[in-house]
């Protein structure tokens, strides 16, 4: 037995040493960006759901760069971000070019601190993210909190800057709205405003509440585009009969009409299709393999009539697909766009694509269980 895993060992090392050297070849020495490495990540057992996301998030620049820049800080006691930024670093000053990395520190510490990824089964990639970017803003926020304690200064913290993993799945956004929380990198990167603003039809008084997100969670429908999903997150609701809307303005309920802007447009617009669906007759999640159509270049419309920059271009640089039928099965792969072409992460594996192979990760104009390649999680990177 431990001969067989040895020979499978080696056959899996040639294999990856061959994927490799395609790679380099395919991209080419002159073309073959300075100071970049592509790296698989080994799979510790159905970890492709966190491989996946930490490719995405090593190809959102801005992310990247804070990681890096956290790991030359004085050493500090182990923690996800630790193992993150060692991961990172271990990339970033590799002397070859492409191959693999085994993020065995990594995933010993996630399995170790969240026992929802302490198993060998497929997990939600999205939870994941949420998971993660929770924590190192949990993380740096009691630093920033000891640092200035120790620095004879009493302040208040407020916490994360998102509600763990199920807030976004129902409600679409992610996070809440202390304003004692201070802002973090993570912030700063990835944190957007959303103002719900209420008409009274009555009065036409307009109230309005902002509360902030990490990523956007959107629904999907069939044949439609990520700008018709942002359109329907935004759609005006009507409140009216038992779902009347007190009015302060009129001190009655009345009608009304509610709908959800974008204020503050993040630096890296993160979007999760919700893609999984619970199916009451058959008591279980199933997979929505809609057809959406997902540009490389996205502008904003429906943001509100105070947003700061409402005009902001954004470019895709990454694509967490989801692959096969349902949540806790099949398999989940990465695309990502560095220096101007495309590269696909699956795993150890890593190969360059054309751009026109992304409209493969759309979905399907039919059958909806059917096993598909398609877009879960989105990230735009803004211009400026």
């Not at 993210?129 to 949990?138: K, P, R, V």
């Not at 009347?244 to 979007?271: D, F």
């Not at 279980?284 to 502008?299: D, H």
């Amino acid at each position: 037995m431990e001969l067989l895993m040895t020979v499978r060992k080696i056959a899996s090392i040639c294999t990856m040493g061959a994927n490799a050297s395609a790679l380099e070849k395919e991209i080419g020495p002159e073309q073959f960006p300075v100071n970049e490495h592509y790296f698989g990540l080994v799979n510790f057992g159905n970890t492709c759901y966190c491989n996946s996301v930490l490719q995405a998030l090593y190809f959102c620049r801005p992310f990247r760069e804070k990681v890096l820049a956290y790991k030359v800080q004085p050493r500090r006691k182990e923690s996800l971000l630790t193992c993150l930024s060692d991961l990172f670093n271990s990339i970033a000053t590799q002397k070859k070019k492409v191959g693999v990395i085994p993020p065995k520190k990594f995933i010993s510490r996630l399995r170790k601190e969240n026992e929802l990824f302490d198993n060998y089964m497929q997990q939600d990639a999205h939870e994941f993210l949420n998971y993660l970017l929770n924590t190192i803003a949990d993380l740096l926020q009691e630093e920033k909190s000891q640092e200035q304690q120790h620095n004879g200064k009493v302040i208040q913290n407020g916490g994360g800057g998102g509600g763990g993993g199920g807030g976004v799945n129902e409600g679409g956004t992610d996070g809440d709205t202390h304003k004692e929380t201070q802002e973090t990198w993570v912030h700063e990167i990835f944190q957007g405003t959303l103002t719900n603003e209420t008409r009274c039809l009555n009065c036409e008084a307009v109230s309005s509440k902002d509360e902030e997100f990490l990523d956007l969670s959107v629904d999907v429908e069939q044949n439609t585009s990520i700008t018709h999903c942002l359109r329907g997150f935004s759609n005006t609701e009507t409140l009216c009969s038992e779902y009347k809307y007190y009015c302060e303005q009129c001190r009655s309920k009345q009608e009304a009409q509610k709908r959800m802007r974008v204020k503050k447009l993040p630096m890296i617009l993160a979007l999760h299709l919700k893609r999984f669906k619970y199916m009451d007759q058959l008591h279980r999640y199933t997979k929505l393999s809609y057809r959406v159509v997902f540009p490389l270049e996205l502008r904003l419309f429906n943001t509100s009539g105070d947003a700061t920059n409402p005009d902001r271009m954004y470019d895709l640089v990454a694509v967490v697909v989801h692959c096969g039928s349902g949540p806790n099965r099949g398999h989940y792969i990465t695309i990502v766009k560095s220096h101007g072409f495309w590269l696909l992460f699956d795993d150890d594996i890593v190969e360059k694509i054309d751009a026109q192979a992304i409209e493969e990760f759309y979905g399907l104009t039919s059958d909806i269980s059917k096993n598909s390649e398609s877009g879960y999680i989105l990230f735009y990177q803004s211009r400026d």
